[in-house]
């Protein structure tokens, strides 16, 4: 075998190999599979996980946006019309949110931690001074109280004529930063006096900054990777008392700031939600690119405050039997003391259109009022996100109070939120850094067929120049023709050889001679 043809050989031997290596890799799925079962390993809630430090005190920035309904027209209002409102703020507030007395629990199964808030003003990012900027807003001590007592006819008219004897009405002006983190309101301490359990202070955010009043329980992850961060208790308990199914009092997902590694589209995400006191879940709506970062993005659905009527699914949330409200607003009095308090997406966003005509002054859009999660699919953490909840309190008729009787019902706009993160450099660098790994070894199969495609285009070629060298070797080899050209006898038999076929020389025979 010639050096040619063992080159030949051993170039189609090594094509074969490799695409037939690269095709069985890639059709059985081994690197793929390989790196996600490490994916799973790495995120869990376990020390020395790649995502437990950045779990327990998450590096990007966090900013919550207050934003006020200041009413215009109170006594137009008051009087049987419309109200009319105007939007204020932002006021924005950087967060920090670091979670404290991290501990595990259950052999290590599971994770307790306290989930506290700290708030700090960001001037530059806001659109007024909150502690010179004056909002009339509805009363809402004063509104708690009247439904307190409303019970009552002789409670409520005495309650009644203090209000008035206080000068409280049912809108107050304040401004925005007593409204956020408290003040003392005048009613509230007149009642302290009869009753000590009453606090006389007030505020939107009253005792929420810094304070330790959410305490959870995770699950680690590390023996279900899709059980990684869910939430199994909060604030001592597994389940929910406040409203009237089993299903409604379920605790269902994570607290919405992780989730589990290798996303769906076609997954309903889970979330359990402190201020709204309930579960509710995201449905995906499209893909995204955040800071060249890959991600699905989930919303949650009109269904999830839909009517009983219009979503079966939501009578639990429906506590007062014939008083249920409609499609876009949840009352959660239940968990409030007693305040009627409503929640909803800002300016009634996904609900009834009702809600919005009742109020000038409302333009609800997707844009601006809708809850979203950017959600990388690989590792299951949000690199942007948006939860989005407005305050309202329920205001109608109530007998021994006066001030009301000229009232339409009405679900009346307070305030709303808006809890934002985008992801920060730092961390979006080690992500693609990640992403990048995990799409190399996963394609690897493919850099095997790629390589064996290569030495398959060398094959072709080696056996083409084999063939035409070979072709040409046996055209030179071919028969040379006779040269017919005469030549001199005697020279001939001299000087030059016999040549077999082209001149026989001949010489004289002694005897012939005589």
Known sequence: MTRKSCALYTTGIVCAHLLTVGIGLLLAQVFPTLVHSRLKKEITLTEGSRVFESWKNPPPPVYMQYYFYNVTNPEEFLAGGRAAVTQMGPYTYREYRPRENVTFVENGTKVSAYSPKTFVFERDMSAGDPEVDLVTIVNIPAVAVMNKVKGSFWTSSMVSIWMKSLGVGLFMTRPVHELLWGFKDPLLTRLRTSKPEIHEYFGLMYKKNGSLDNHFVFLTGESDSLDYTKVVAWNGESRLTWWSSNQSNMINGTDGSTFHPLLSRKERLDVFSPDLCRSIY??????????????????????????????????????????????????????????????????????????????????????????????????????RASKRAQINILLERISGFPATKYLNRTIFPVMFINESVVIDDASSMKMKKLLLIEKLVSNFPLLIIGLGVIMLLVFIILVFRFHQQKKNTKHNAAYTPVNYKTEDPAESDLTLPLKNGSHIGMSTVDGEKS
């Open 282 to 383: 995201m449905e995906y709506i499209e893909d995204v690119e955040v800071k060249g970062i890959p991600a699905y993005r989930f919303a949650p659905p009109r269904e999830v405050l839909a009517s009983a009527e219009e979503n079966p699914a939501n009578a639990g949330f429906c506590v007062t039997t014939g008083n249920c409200l409609g499609t876009g607003v949840l009352d959660v009095s239940v968990c409030r003391d007693g305040a009627p308090v409503i929640v909803s997406f800002p300016h009634f966003y996904l609900g009834d259109r009702k809600y919005v005509q009742a109020i000038d002054g409302l333009s609800p859009n997707q844009e601006d009022h809708q809850t979203y999660l950017d959600i990388n699919p690989t590792t299951g953490i949000p690199v």
